[in-house]
């Protein structure tokens, strides 16, 4: 049972802009927080951005502060992630989670979507 999709990935010139977006099943959305991890070919995954639901609280990996932004639309079910003024090193697989409660885990995943910025 497939619970978080991701979508939005694709090619963009440095400089560009993408979109990410995150569809949730109804009982993964109303999880405590919500994440965008990525992982860049031969690296390690990584903290991106997350927003906490009921306060709607976010933070930020330093290398993109000022640039991404987390938002979600609760008629939707859905996260995003918008990316300005992107760099090659923001090449990456971009995957959404789910922690379900405070303290746990990032226990629900997406099955990521390829984001390639090129220079």
């Known amino acids: 049972q497939v619970q978080l999709v991701e979508s939005g990935g694709g090619v963009v010139q440095a400089g560009g802009s993408l979109r990410l977006s995150c569809v949730a099943s109804?009982?993964?959305?109303?999880?405590?927080?919500m994440g965008w991890f990525r992982q860049a070919p031969g690296k390690e995954r990584e903290f991106v951005s997350r927003?906490?639901?009921?306060?709607?609280?976010?933070s930020y990996a330093d290398p993109v502060k000022g640039r991404f932004t987390i938002s979600t639309d609760n008629a939707k079910n859905t996260v995003y992630l918008q990316m300005n003024s992107l760099k090659s090193e923001d090449t990456a697989v971009y995957y959404c989670?789910?922690?379900?409660?405070?303290?746990?885990?990032?226990?629900?995943w997406g099955q990521g979507t390829q984001v390639i910025v090129s220079s």
């Open positions: 989670a789910a922690k379900e409660r405070l303290g746990g885990p990032y226990n629900a």
């Open positions: 109804e009982r993964i959305f109303s999880s405590y927080s």
């Open positions: 927003i906490i639901r009921s306060e709607g609280s976010t």
